[in-house]
């Protein structure tokens, strides 16, 4: 009885710890099949939102003509024939300056009077070489009139008589040497009194009068421009000067606020450039008088070349991504990328050369970070177009209630 006992209490342990393995072994499974089940429903929405179409906006690829457009920056300048810069013919000091900055001045006014006593002496001086010379050629006359009325008398030789003459070429010509000398030492003090050239405006004034200047371009007096005959001077990258063409249209851009927009005509390149420089000046002059002041900085368009019968797509729709230019291409309800080749562009559209064909629906809003295939729904910006759609999409609604 007792061993009994023993052996059906062992037997009850036995089947109780089998129990517990069993039921262990149970939690846990239901413990991993809980957490595949969490797990399934946190991807679904993950899924979900990577397939939800993104909204885009589409144009088609055209063939026409463009025109490219180089850009530069320029300054309002006078032109060459319209700028006077007053400068000292020699070392002195500042008599008279009677206008001020601002002030308008006529052909012919006087702008700066200056003191230079050497030029009123050395014409003085010149005038006696005159009178000397004047007086040599007196004497020589009554000299000659002497030798010959000798010479027909029989008394004076004739070589007397030729030396005579000789005497009276030379003493006429000193007096052209001196009066020479004389027109050019007026000439010279008359540099002492500068007067407009044409009708401007005091753009400049730099000294006052008693300032002692020196006759130097570096020490200016005043500067005089005439504000009808304005130009700008634009500076064109070497690397677009090829395109730049003499007679080509520009325009400034923006146009300057209370400003005209008035067109401009390339005037002008250099004939060379300077080694070591990254820029060349470019001339263009208005077609009719601007109301720009001097000096002002403007950004300029010149029309370059003009290419025909190409494919053209809006600026918009390309994506640069380092050094590779791309387009979406709307296909049914994905979006395709296509790398392109792009040529000349101008403010609106945009040469391709490869890549696409007139007639494709190029995506233009929403491309930015779309990645090749992705699902897209087309908008057309239409107003009533969405309208409809809405009123179509709660038809469906309804329906489906």
């Given at each position: 009885?007792?061993?009994?006992?023993?052996?059906?209490?062992?037997?009850?342990?036995?089947?109780?710890?089998?129990?517990?393995?069993?039921?262990?072994?149970?939690?846990?499974?239901?413990?991993?099949?809980?957490?595949?089940?969490?797990?399934c429903s946190k991807e679904t929405p993950e899924e979900t939102e990577s397939e939800a179409p993104v909204p885009v906006m589409v144009t088609a690829a055209m063939t026409g003509s463009i025109r490219g457009v180089v850009h530069a920056t320029g300054v309002v300048n006078p032109a060459p024939d319209g700028e006077l810069i007053v400068i000292a013919p020699e070392s002195a000091r500042i008599a008279e300056i009677p206008r001020a900055e601002g002030e308008r001045v006529a052909k012919g006014d006087v702008l700066v009077r200056f003191d230079i006593p050497s030029l009123a002496a050395e014409v003085q001086r010149q005038a006696a070489e005159v009178q000397r010379a004047q007086a040599g050629v007196a004497n020589a006359r009554a000299n000659q009139m002497r030798q010959r009325e000798l010479f027909d008398r029989g008394i004076a030789a004739r070589k007397d008589v030729e030396d005579a003459d000789r005497a009276v070429a030379d003493a006429e010509a000193a007096v052209g040497q001196a009066e020479a000398s004389r027109s050019a030492a007026e000439a010279a003090a008359a540099r002492a009194t500068v007067r407009a050239t044409f009708n401007g405006v005091i753009a400049k004034r730099f000294h006052n009068?008693?300032?002692?200047?020196?006759?130097?371009a570096s020490d200016p007096v005043l500067r005089v421009i005439d504000p009808r005959r304005l130009e700008v001077v634009a500076s064109v990258p070497i690397s677009e000067s090829a395109r730049i063409m003499i007679g080509a249209p520009a325009h400034l851009t923006p146009v300057p606020t209370g400003a005209?927009?008035?067109?401009?005509?390339?005037?002008?390149r250099p004939a060379q450039v300077e080694q070591g420089t990254a820029t060349i000046p470019v001339r263009l002059a208005f077609a009719s008088p601007t109301n720009l002041s001097a000096g002002l900085p403007v950004q300029v368009e010149i029309e370059a070349e003009q290419h025909n019968n190409v494919v053209l797509v809006a600026s918009a729709a390309i994506v640069r991504e380092g050094e590779e230019t791309a387009v979406f291409i709307a296909k049914g309800d994905k979006a395709e990328r296509r790398p392109v080749m792009i040529g000349i562009a101008d403010d609106e559209h945009t040469e391709v050369r490869s890549g696409v064909k007139a007639g494709e629906m190029v995506i233009v809003e929403g491309q930015n970070g779309l990645p090749d295939g992705a699902a897209i729904s087309v908008e057309t910006g239409e107003k009533g177009g969405d309208e409809k759609g809405a009123d179509d999409t709660k038809e469906d609604e309804d329906s489906k209630k």
């Amino acid at each position: 009885m007792t061993i009994t006992t023993v052996h059906t209490a062992g037997a009850s342990r036995s089947n109780r710890s089998r129990m517990s393995h069993s039921l262990l072994w149970k939690t846990l499974v239901v413990g991993i099949l809980v957490s595949s089940t969490v797990a399934c429903s946190k991807e679904t929405p993950e899924e979900t939102e990577s397939e939800a179409p993104v909204p885009v906006m589409v144009t088609a690829a055209m063939t026409g003509s463009i025109r490219g457009v180089v850009h530069a920056t320029g300054v309002v300048n006078p032109a060459p024939d319209g700028e006077l810069i007053v400068i000292a013919p020699e070392s002195a000091r500042i008599a008279e300056i009677p206008r001020a900055e601002g002030e308008r001045v006529a052909k012919g006014d006087v702008l700066v009077r200056f003191d230079i006593p050497s030029l009123a002496a050395e014409v003085q001086r010149q005038a006696a070489e005159v009178q000397r010379a004047q007086a040599g050629v007196a004497n020589a006359r009554a000299n000659q009139m002497r030798q010959r009325e000798l010479f027909d008398r029989g008394i004076a030789a004739r070589k007397d008589v030729e030396d005579a003459d000789r005497a009276v070429a030379d003493a006429e010509a000193a007096v052209g040497q001196a009066e020479a000398s004389r027109s050019a030492a007026e000439a010279a003090a008359a540099r002492a009194t500068v007067r407009a050239t044409f009708n401007g405006v005091i753009a400049k004034r730099f000294h006052n009068p008693g300032d002692l200047v020196e006759a130097s371009a570096s020490d200016p007096v005043l500067r005089v421009i005439d504000p009808r005959r304005l130009e700008v001077v634009a500076s064109v990258p070497i690397s677009e000067s090829a395109r730049i063409m003499i007679g080509a249209p520009a325009h400034l851009t923006p146009v300057p606020t209370g400003a005209p927009d008035t067109p401009l005509k390339v005037v002008s390149r250099p004939a060379q450039v300077e080694q070591g420089t990254a820029t060349i000046p470019v001339r263009l002059a208005f077609a009719s008088p601007t109301n720009l002041s001097a000096g002002l900085p403007v950004q300029v368009e010149i029309e370059a070349e003009q290419h025909n019968n190409v494919v053209l797509v809006a600026s918009a729709a390309i994506v640069r991504e380092g050094e590779e230019t791309a387009v979406f291409i709307a296909k049914g309800d994905k979006a395709e990328r296509r790398p392109v080749m792009i040529g000349i562009a101008d403010d609106e559209h945009t040469e391709v050369r490869s890549g696409v064909k007139a007639g494709e629906m190029v995506i233009v809003e929403g491309q930015n970070g779309l990645p090749d295939g992705a699902a897209i729904s087309v908008e057309t910006g239409e107003k009533g177009g969405d309208e409809k759609g809405a009123d179509d999409t709660k038809e469906d609604e309804d329906s489906k209630k």
